[in-house]
Each structure stands twice: as structure tokens, then as C-alpha cells.
């Protein structure tokens, strides 16, 4: 019994560890500044984690995709979808479902691109993401002439911030998010040739996988949830800016890396990614709390950062 | 005391997994010392253990009679020992010549390592083991058997006073294992300790005096090989149980007697060429219940073939034709939809390190589906289980990382997994490699069973032995061509190496 307790104690290390420093972070803000655990600002920190998270979600698709996988344009989508939507949903008038559905085929084209230049022009991850940051920002300048216009409605509004028994929306959202999610990666065939293909291509070429198309398709994931980051996060802000989005394109890697998911591809769960990004989010907000000054909050942060990703950095030796 | 290497109550274990459990070894100067045992019985965790990349747990490791602990790789050159992995140590992006120097401590003398020094004993050691292998070519674009040459070298240009080879010859072709036994047998003279790992009984006995058996991690005994035989040593890998009721059975029915064969679909291929060039023009087929090899030197365009059939390298020329259906075939993908399946020994090729056994198994049928379709994960539960247990894997669970799994139960998981496939021609590429003698018992008697039920096998193996016995017919290729057919129950390896041989003798008459 003991055993079988301590192996999946091994097994789900990374899992515990996380919950673990999650469990620290907020005991430590509790003795800094009360209130700081309690259980209105633990949900206040959960919504403000539920953006990142699902920002992280593609970013984590492109990871696991392998190939050195990658997705910088993740905020710059974001940003982009968020000012198409005002647009639709203000000025135009369309409804909330036809715009989350145009939101998320538009993010979804961003990522075909993305995954095409990547698998057929054979451009690096890094390379391609990073150039399409540009274009995308061009596009914003490009579509809204200079000046965003529009803001979320009313109902986008209660959505983003709004509460169902005293629990705010976003998080039921982001709790179905994350079955979806997690659904797609564990239980469709989909999900299981993109593991496959990111833990070693020519294994699954050999096995039968059409390795491209299934890469092509994790970028495209990546921009359609990126997509309706963004579209959450208008609904969040309320109004629009330029590149509102942006912010969250480090934090999202770095909630990658806190998930323990493998830079060499085919290896992590979302699961671990939603930690990251709460461990983040409550780093944030406590040196915010804190009120240490811009210049000692950032120093603080970045040692912390550096200590949690080696800490999580030193998995276990692959192949020896 | 004469013993070189002494190694006592070694243990190591990975979480439930008693990889070692009080092992003991020795080995003196100048003795080529055999290491044997069942797959996951422990050999390359001890290897491993002297190598500095395992740390055991518990045990003492004596050099010279001196107690030492091997830490690091480092430490355990600079204490003389060098190794030859079973997975090899080479970095796949550097090129040869970086990965002969790579870690190359200063050994004894000065302070300075002598680039210049290994240069000339690798160009020695590549030159007499008659290979071309350019020095500037990156590891990732050689073959598994240049790769294995390489790590060979690598070992062996380091003069070392204790040589650990870990399962040299899995991927070698029987000429260049002439050759290196040549090799260690002079370093042997000029009182170099070794320790070889093989699951050949043939090459124990041809190399080695005395053997250590390991099973479940712990030493059996010591035996003189002259005075013991195969089935006994056979014996102490399984214990005595395990012997009756698996090894026993399948050495019967390990004959070639067929039954007629219940499909009659045929396979024919003509004129198929590569676009590599190292295939030309190569017509055969194979009739329902044949197991059809294909032979001949090393690297005569052998592997290519079964390649080209498998989609996996591109042609210029060729049919062929299944039954009444002819095929074009372009990419795996579509190979498996006509019921062709290719069971490499490459391992790096084709397991998924980091994804679970079962993952492993199940990709055979998840690559090949929709992508929308959904997975019945308790259902792959039971046909991993299912195949593997066939192949006698040593597992702990089937939710470990395939990395986990030791060199010879890797192996099996690249053979199940296409046994729930139900194929109808399966291309063998060296399909045993590294796998124990008893399961290869078994996989032999798994082959003669498919090929009753009328799948259409075509083999190729770098052992030749292996070879001859288990094909019906075999094609000697010969730089790229099919040289010669032989038929028939007595095929000898005398016939295969003249059919070779004659044709390359012509040719510079
Ligand atoms: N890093 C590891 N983590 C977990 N288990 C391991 C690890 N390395 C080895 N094992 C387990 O230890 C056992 C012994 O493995 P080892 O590789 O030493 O076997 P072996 O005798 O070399 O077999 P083979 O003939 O197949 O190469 C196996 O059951 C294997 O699964
Ligand atoms: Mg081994």
C-alpha cells in the first residue's frame, strides 16, 4: 500500500510540487498582507490566471509539436482578435456567438500560417512565430485604420468578470476550457499523433502518422485558442488597445516550462500548464500586494522564476 | 589478486525495479569475460554501474584489488575503463571526429589531451576494420551498423585497461564481427580485461573462456564455456520452471514443416529501383507461406530495398503487386493501408522514447486512423498487454516510458505493435536485434506461424545464420542487384558468401 502510494507520488511529482508552491506563495502572502489568502482574492487570482492559462493552452500545442515547436505570436493573436471583435460586436452589432465563431477561424488561419512556414518552407518555430508577431501587429494597424474602435458588450462583459453563485464565469469557462482541452490531447486520435509526432517525427512518419498536417493542425490550435484568449480578455479590459495581448506572450512560455512540458516536444500535460500559470499569477499579484517599487518587483520575480524553472528544469535525465 | 575487475553484492533500483540485486563479477587481465542473461535481466545496468552513468545503490567495485567509486563517465576513463553502450553515446548532431574526441580526459601521462594521438589510432582502427567512414559526416546521416562502428572505435582508440562492450555486435554484419574479434582478441593478448555482453551463443563461444549469468539482477554463476552448453546456460538465464515451460516447447516446434498456407495472395515486385542507386532493377516475389530472405555482403543495397518497398525511400522504377492489386506506394502511411508493415531493428527510428509502452503499441493502429476518431484507452490496455506478454517483455507497467525498458524489451515492443495489424506482407529489417535467445525462439516460431496463416514475410538479417535458418529462399544482393536466388532446405553461409564473392570476382576479371 505504502508503495503504491509512493509511485504515484513518483509519477505525479510534478503535479504535487506545483500545488505545493501554489499552497507556499499564498501562505507567505497570507503572513505578508492578510487578506492576501483569503478566499475572494484567491478566486480574484484564479480569474486573473484563467487569460494565461488559456493563452498557455497554445502555446503548449505548439511545444508539444516538437521540432523545437514554439509559438511567440500567441499574444500577438490575442491582441489582433481582441480588436476585430470590438469591432464586430460594437459598431457592427453581430452577435456574441457569430463573433467567437469568426474570432476563432481567424485565429486559426493566423496559426496555419504559422504551421505551414514552419512545415513546408521549413522556417524555425522561433523564426516564424516571431516574424508573424509583426505581420499580425501590421494587420491590426492595417484593420482598424489607426484607431481600435468598439468595446465588449454587455454580455461579453458579465462573461469576463461577472459572477454565477459567487463564483466568477471565467472560471466555469476556463474549467470547460480545460476538459476540452485536455480531452482533445488524451482521448482523440488527434491528440495522440501530436505527442507521437513531437516525441520522435521519423517513429511516428514510420508508424503511418502524417506528421506534417498534424503539426500544421498544433499551430492552428494554438491561434484558435489564442484567439479566444483574446476575445476573453476584450471582455475583461472592456476596451480596446493595441497589443493589449502581448504581455502574455513570456508569461505563456514560462507557464509552459513551470508545466514541465518538454522543450524537446512529445512530452508534458495541460494540466500541469494550468499550475504554471496559477504559480505565476499569484507571484504577480503578490509582489503587486507588496508594493516593493517597478525595478525591486521585477528583480524579485526573476529570481523566484529562476529558482522554480531549475528546480522543474532538472527532470529526470532522458536516455542515458 | 589476479582478478582486474572485481565487482561484489552490486544492487541498483528504479523505483519497484530491482535492476541489480547483488551482482557479482569478475574479470582479469587479459580474459575476455562473457556477461549473459535474459532481456531486463540486468547486463547493461552493470555495465552502466562501471561506466559512471549509473550509481548504484548499494556494492563495492574493485580495480587492481583496489576499492573505487565511479561516479561520473569521467571518472571512469580516467580509471581506464572504457565502454561500448548498448544505446551508444555518440551526439547525433556532432560530426565523427568530434564524437571520437568528445570527454576524452587527459588518461595518465601529462596534463593535455592528444587530439592528434586518437586521430591516428581511430583512422588505425576504422582502416582495419576495412570501413570508410568520412570523419567530417554527422552521426545523424550514418547507418545504425557505421554508427555502431563508430562507437567501437570511439571506445577502443581510448587504450583502455578494461574494455565494457555492451552488445557490440547487435548491429554489426558477420564479416566486420570477424574482424572485431580479431580486434579484442589482440587487445586481450596484450592484457586488456573485456567484458562482452551478447545474446549470440555462438560468438560466447567463440570469444570467451569464462561467463557470468545475471538473471532478475543478480549473478547465477560463473561457467567455463567449454564445459557447458547452450541449454544449460540457457537454463540458469530462466531458472528451472521457466526453462520447461517456454524454452522447451518452442525448440520443437521450431522446425520448418509447413502446413499449406490459408490465404493466396502473393507479393511480386519488378525492376524496382532506387532513387539512391544503391537498387537496381530488383524483380522477386514471394507465394503464400514462403519466408523469402534477402542476403549477401553488407550494405549491398539490402535494407534500401525493404525501404523502397515500405515507402520510406523514394524510387524511380518498379511495380508491384499484391495479390491482384498493384501498388503504388509513396509513404508508410501507405504501405500499412495495403497491409504492408516494416519492423525495423533501428531503434531510434522507431520507439517513442518518452510515450508510454502502451502508446508505444497502440500507435500502429492510432497513426493510420482519423484524427477526430476517439481512443478506447482501456482497450489499448489489453492489446498492449496481449502482444507483449507474447514476446515475454519484462515490464513493471505499461504506463512506463518506453526509455525505461532495457535494449532487447524495447525491441519486442517494435515487433508487437504490428502484431495487431494483422498484415499481409511484413518487411523485416533485422527484426531481433538485441532480443534474448529464448524469445527469439519465440519470435521464430511466431514467424513460421504467420507465414502458415499466408502472410508473406521478407527478412532480412545481419546475422547470417539467423538468415538461413529461418528463410525458405533467399536473394544474395550484390551492389544493388539480385546476384543470385537460392532454394531449397540446404542453404549453407559457404553458398551465400560465394554467391557474393563469384559475382564480385567477375565483375573485375
Ligand atoms: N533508468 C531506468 N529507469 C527504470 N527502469 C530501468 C532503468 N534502466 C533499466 N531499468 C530496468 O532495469 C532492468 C534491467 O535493465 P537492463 O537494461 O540492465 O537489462 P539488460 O540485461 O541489459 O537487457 P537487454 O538484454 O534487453 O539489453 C529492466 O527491467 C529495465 O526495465
Ligand atoms: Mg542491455
Known amino acids: 500500500m505504502k508503495s503504491i502510494v509512493l509511485d504515484y507520488a513518483r509519477k505525479n511529482r510534478h503535479t504535487l510540487v506545483a500545488i505545493g508552491i501554489c499552497g507556499i506563495l499564498l501562505a507567505i502572502g497570507g503572513i505578508l498582507r492578510p487578506g492576501f489568502s483569503s478566499y475572494k482574492n484567491v478566486l480574484n487570482i484564479l480569474s486573473l490566471a484563467s487569460f494565461l492559462g488559456i493563452l498557455a493552452a497554445g502555446q503548449t500545442f505548439a511545444v508539444l509539436s516538437g521540432g523545437e515547436g514554439l509559438d511567440l505570436s500567441v499574444g500577438a493573436v490575442a491582441s489582433f482578435s481582441a480588436i476585430v471583435a470590438a469591432h464586430l460586436l460594437g459598431p457592427l452589432n453581430l452577435p456574441l456567438v457569430l463573433v467567437l465563431l469568426i474570432i476563432m477561424a481567424l485565429g486559426a488561419v493566423l496559426g496555419l500560417i504559422n504551421g505551414l512556414g514552419i512545415t513546408y518552407a521549413q522556417v524555425p518555430p522561433l523564426v516564424m512565430t516571431l516574424g508573424m508577431i509583426g505581420v499580425i501587429n501590421g494587420l491590426s494597424l492595417v484593420y482598424s485604420g489607426g484607431q481600435p474602435t468598439g468595446s465588449a458588450t454587455e454580455l461579453l462583459q458579465t462573461i469576463s468578470t461577472g459572477r454565477i453563485v459567487g463564483i466568477p464565469w471565467i472560471l466555469v469557462i476556463w474549467l470547460a476550457f480545460i476538459f476540452i482541452v485536455l480531452f482533445v490531447l488524451k482521448r482523440t486520435t488527434f491528440g495522440r499523433a501530436l505527442y507521437a509526432v513531437g516525441s520522435n517525427r521519423e517513429a511516428a512518419y514510420i508508424s503511418g502518422a502524417r506528421v506534417e498536417i498534424i503539426k500544421i493542425l498544433a499551430y492552428s490550435f494554438s491561434g484558435l485558442l489564442s484567439a479566444f484568449g483574446g476575445l476573453m480578455l476584450l471582455g475583461f479590459v472592456q476596451g480596446v488597445q493595441y497589443e493589449m495581448g502581448s504581455s502574455y506572450m513570456l508569461p505563456s512560455v514560462i507557464a509552459v516550462v513551470l508545466g514541465g512540458v518538454s522543450f524537446s516536444g512529445g512530452e508534458g500535460e495541460y494540466f500541469n500548464v494550468v499550475l504554471g500559470a496559477i504559480i505565476l499569477t499569484i507571484l504577480t499579484s503578490l509582489l503587486t500586494t507588496l508594493n516593493i517599487g517597478e525595478a525591486g518587483r521585477m528583480l524579485v520575480n526573476g529570481f523566484i522564476l529562476l529558482a522554480l524553472l531549475t528546480a522543474f528544469g532538472r527532470a529526470e535525465k532522458m536516455r542515458q | ?509
Open chain 2, 1 to 509: 589478486m589476479s582478478n582486474y575487475l572485481q565487482v561484489e553484492g552490486l544492487s541498483k533500483r528504479f523505483g519497484q525495479v530491482k535492476a541489480l540485486d547483488n551482482a557479482e563479477l569478475e574479470c582479469s587481465s587479459g580474459e575476455i569475460h562473457a556477461l549473459l542473461g535474459a532481456n531486463g535481466s540486468g547486463k547493461s545496468t552493470l555495465i552502466k554501474s562501471l561506466a559512471g552513468i549509473v550509481v548504484p545503490d548499494q556494492g563495492d567495485i574493485y580495480l587492481r584489488g583496489e576499492k573505487v567509486s565511479i561516479g561520473s563517465p569521467q571518472e571512469s576513463l580516467a580509471a581506464g575503463i572504457a565502454t561500448v553502450h548498448q544505446d551508444f553515446s555518440l551526439v547525433p548532431q556532432l560530426t565523427v571526429k568530434e564524437n571520437l574526441f568528445l570527454g576524452a580526459e587527459p588518461l595518465r601521462k601529462l596534463g593535455f589531451i592528444d587530439f592528434g594521438e586518437i586521430k591516428k589510432k581511430a583512422d588505425r582502427l576504422f582502416n582495419s576494420f576495412q570501413v570508410e567512414i568520412p570523419l567530417g559526416a554527422k552521426i545523424a546521416d550514418l547507418s545504425v551498423s557505421q554508427r555502431q562502428l563508430v562507437e567501437i572505435v570511439k571506445a577502443f582508440s581510448r587504450d583502455p585497461d578494461l574494455l565494457l562492450l555492451d552488445e557490440p555486435t547487435a548491429s554489426l554484419p558477420s564479416e566486420r564481427v570477424k574482424i572485431l574479434f580479431d580486434t579484442i582478441r589482440e587487445l586481450a593478448n596484450r592484457e586488456m580485461a573485456v567484458v562482452f555482453v551478447s545474446h549470440r551463443y555462438g560468438e560466447v563461444q567463440d570469444l570467451c573462456e569464462k561467463a557470468t549469468i545475471l538473471r532478475n539482477g543478480y549473478s547465477v554463476g560463473e561457467v567455463q564455456v567449454a564445459e557447458t552448453s547452450k541449454d544449460k546456460v540457457v537454463s540458469m538465464m530462466l531458472g528451472e520452471e521457466a526453462t520447461k515451460k517456454n524454452y522447451g516447447d518452442s525448440e520443437k516446434q521450431s522446425s520448418k514443416a509447413k502446413s499449406e498456407a490459408k490465404s493466396s495472395l502473393s507479393f511480386r515486385a519488378e525492376n524496382v529501383t532506387a532513387a539512391a542507386g544503391n537498387v537496381e532493377k530488383v524483380s522477386f516475389s514471394i507465394s503464400p507461406g514462403e519466408v523469402l530472405g534477402v542476403g549477401g555482403l553488407q550494405g549491398q543495397g539490402q535494407e534500401t530495398l525493404l525501404r523502397a518497398l515500405y515507402g520510406l525511400e523514394p524510387t524511380i522504377e518498379g511495380t508491384c503487386t499484391l495479390g491482384k492489386e498493384t501498388l503504388h506506394i509513396r509513404s508508410p502511411r501507405e504501405a500499412i493501408r495495403n497491409g504492408i508493415v516494416y519492423i525495423s531493428g533501428d531503434r531510434d527510428e522507431g520507439l517513442l522514447h518518452s510515450r508510454t509502452i502502451r502508446e508505444n503499441i497502440s500507435i500502429a493502429n492510432n497513426a493510420n486512423r482519423p484524427l477526430w476518431e476517439l481512443i478506447d484507452v482501456d482497450q489499448e490496455r489489453q492489446l498492449a498487454k496481449k502482444v507483449i506478454e507474447k514476446l515475454d517483455a519484462v515490464y513493471e507497467s505499461l504506463e512506463d516510458p518506453a526509455w525505461q525498458l532495457s535494449g532487447g524489451n524495447r525491441q519486442k515492443l517494435l515487433i508487437g505493435r504490428w502484431l495487431i495489424k494483422d498484415p499481409k506482407l511484413i518487411l523485416m529489417n533485422d527484426p531481433t536485434k538485441g532480443v534474448d535467445v529464448q524469445t527469439k525462439e519465440k519470435i521464430y516460431d511466431l514467424l513460421y506461424s504467420l507465414a502458415n496463416d499466408g502472410v508473406l514475410i521478407l527478412l532480412f538479417s545481419s546475422e547470417t545464420k539467423e538468415l538461413i535458418s529461418l528463410a525458405d529462399n533467399l536473394l544474395v544482393m550484390y551492389e544493388g542487384k539480385v546476384v543470385e536466388k537460392l532454394e531449397g532446405e540446404n542453404i549453407t553461409e559457404e553458398m551465400v558468401l560465394s554467391a557474393s564473392l563469384n559475382t564480385g570476382n567477375n565483375k573485375n576479371d
